[in-house]
Nanobody
């Protein structure tokens, strides 16, 4: 059974940094691309970042503008999202997800992801 567990969310002041993590189990992690999405109440889930199975490709949402960095450690079955220069509008629940199959190129569409974590809340105060 595939499980994704996010951690590292919390409250941070505007301009600060936070790193969220997603630990995966129940799959051969190194074969799957991973994505981060975020969602606020009443809005659709928004693409944040994605990384290929071997970390050779990364993609970011337009709003990121070099503030965030996605990375992964296949030995630890974990994907990370380092968030810098945080803004109040970054406040959301952040979710990680796995691609629908192995060796899939990272996608910006949530439809291309099969398994999702429970999310971790990130709150940025002004």
């Amino acid at each position: 059974q595939v499980q994704l567990v996010e951690s590292g969310g919390g409250l941070v002041q505007a301009g600060g940094s936070l790193r969220v993590s997603c630990a995966a189990s129940g799959l051969t992690f190194s074969l799957y691309s991973m994505g981060w999405f975020r969602q606020t109440p009443g809005k659709e889930r928004e693409f944040v970042a994605a990384i290929s199975w071997n970390a050779g490709r990364t993609y970011y949402g337009d709003f990121v503008k070099s503030r965030f960095i996605i990375s992964r450690d296949n030995a630890k079955n974990t994907v990370y999202l380092q968030m810098n220069s945080l803004k109040p509008e970054d406040t959301a629940v952040y979710y990680c997800a796995t691609s629908r199959g192995v060796w899939k190129f990272p996608s910006m569409s949530s439809d291309e992801y099969a398994y999702w974590g429970q999310g971790t809340q990130v709150t940025v105060s002004s």
